[in-house]
């Protein structure tokens, strides 16, 4: 897949949910998760793309490094979790989370598939959403692990 660009709202080791606010042109702090629960790697959005909730599609860029909100990180494209949130009120919908490298990224230079990853790093961040939606009254569930390609008609 050809290079995307990611806006990083939450850093890597972030215990802040951040969300970009487009009528201010500002990240804000949306919510603080509880002790002990921060992102494992940067988390932010795909500009120009619009998943089922409404809201930019989400990404997560797997890298040896954490950035900043408002960061913009070229990056390739290698997967996705392809997943159903169930909301408070017990509406679900699809909210997939795509998986990317960062094209500086030293660490992960040849992973080109998400199914390259250790499974110890897929099962953090599958983890991770499962934890955090719990923390909001929601529920994460996991469909299915999606290829490159598979992800990348889901972005187009």
Same mark, same amino acid.
């Given at each position: 897949?050809?290079? &995307?660009? =990611?806006?990083?709202?939450c850093?890597? /080791?972030?215990g802040?949910?951040? %969300? ?7 990240f804000?702090?949306?919510?603080i998760?509880?002790?002990?629960l ?18 930019p599609l989400?990404?997560?860029v797997?890298?040896e490094?954490?950035?900043?909100p408002?960061?913009?990180?070229d ?5 996705? &979790?392809? =997943?159903?949130?169930t909301?408070?009120? /017990?509406?679900a919908?699809?909210n %997939?989370?795509f ?8 660490q992960?230079?040849a ?7 250790p499974e ?5 961040v599958?983890s991770f959403?499962?934890?955090?939606n719990?923390q ?6 996991v469909?299915?692990r999606?290829n ?5 008609r889901?972005?187009?």
């Amino acid at each position: 897949m050809k290079t &995307i660009t =990611a806006i990083v709202e939450c850093p890597k /080791g972030s215990g802040y949910k951040y %969300d970009y606010e487009p009528k201010l042109k500002r990240f804000k702090v949306s919510k603080i998760l509880p002790a002990g629960l921060v992102f494992p790697f940067d988390f932010g959005f795909i500009p120009g793309t619009k998943g089922e909730d409404g809201d930019p599609l989400d990404i997560i860029v797997i890298s040896e490094m954490a950035s900043f909100p408002g960061c913009a990180i070229d990056c390739r494209v290698i997967g996705a &979790i392809k =997943a159903e949130q169930t909301e408070r009120d /017990g509406k679900a919908m699809r909210n %997939d989370r795509f998986l990317a490298i960062p094209d500086v990224s030293q660490q992960f230079i040849a992973i080109n598939e998400a199914d390259e990853l250790p499974e110890g790093i897929m099962k953090q961040v599958e983890s991770f959403f499962k934890n955090y939606n719990r923390q909001a009254g929601k529920k994460f569930k996991v469909l299915e692990r999606l290829n490159s390609m598979q992800a990348a008609r889901i972005i187009k």
